[in-house]
């Protein structure tokens, strides 16, 4: 076997694996983008929450486009999600600085990825670049051969 055979072989298999690297990023950033839109929601209803007096009425989303009608107890606190399942009422404008915090580690984390996709995307380019070279100089040594080969017998 040719070394351009063995550089074929090994390109082809590090480009799928960088294929599904890629994959796998792109799925994580649409987790994260997911993650900052469910966020960005709740951070506006906290803030649409203090110009709300007590008893105005609301529509609270219960899944699957579904409402039921409720109406405000207090403004003043928030039952926020720590993680893990654990809960905490805080005043409205520490919860509002919870949410706030988290879609910013998320941003980051969006950005980091993000990052690291186009470092493979690139790496995915060179890699196919190289790939169609190798790939031109075998289809060549094969026609080449072909063409001695039809020579020969003759």
Do not use: C, H, W
Not at 74 to 88: D, F, K, L, P, R
Not at 107 to 129: A, D, F, G, V
């Amino acid at each position: 076997m040719s070394s351009d055979d063995e550089t074929f072989r090994r390109l082809l298999t590090e480009l799928r694996y960088l294929e599904s690297t890629a994959e796998a990023l792109q799925n994580r950033i649409n987790l994260v983008r997911a993650a900052i839109a469910e966020l960005a929601f709740a951070s506006a209803t906290i803030d649409g929450l203090g110009a709300e007096k007590k008893s105005a009425p609301l529509l609270v989303p219960i899944g699957g486009g579904s409402f039921i009608k409720a109406k405000v107890a207090t403004a003043e606190t928030i039952v926020v999600g720590m993680g893990a399942g654990v809960s905490v009422e805080k005043p409205r404008k520490e919860a509002a600085e919870i949410v706030g915090n988290r879609v910013s580690e998320l941003e980051k984390s969006r950005e980091t990825l993000q990052s690291q996709l186009n470092q493979i995307l690139e790496r995915m380019n060179s890699s196919r670049q190289q790939l169609d070279e190798v790939s031109l100089r075998l289809a060549s040594r094969r026609q080449d051969a072909s063409v001695r080969k039809t020579e020969g017998g003759t």
